[in-house]
């Protein structure tokens, strides 16, 4: 069974609060963590775009405000 990002994230995050894990480890940790928030922002822009005027409306969004999100870059938060 595949982990959601919000597991993967707190099973990194707890991963990097061990203070024995090597410097370069640690490192490693905090960019798998942020590819991981990269990804997770993708796909919600991503699933933003394919939503329909009601479902937008749902969530309290209008088409113009999901498509300005939807098109801004993943690495911006």
Do not use: Y
């Not at 993967?8 to 490693?28: C, D, G, M, Y």
């Not at 822009?45 to 993943?74: H, I, N, W, Y």
């Amino acid at each position: 069974m595949a982990m959601t990002n919000l597991q993967t994230n707190s099973a990194l995050s707890r991963l990097n609060s061990h203070r024995e894990l090597p410097p370069f480890s640690q490192v490693i940790v905090v960019l798998a963590a942020k590819v991981a928030q990269w990804e997770d922002r993708r796909h919600t822009r991503k699933t933003l775009k394919s939503l329909t005027v009601s479902q937008l409306e749902d969530c309290g969004l209008t088409r113009e405000t999901a498509d300005t999100e939807a098109a801004r870059p993943f690495w911006k938060g």
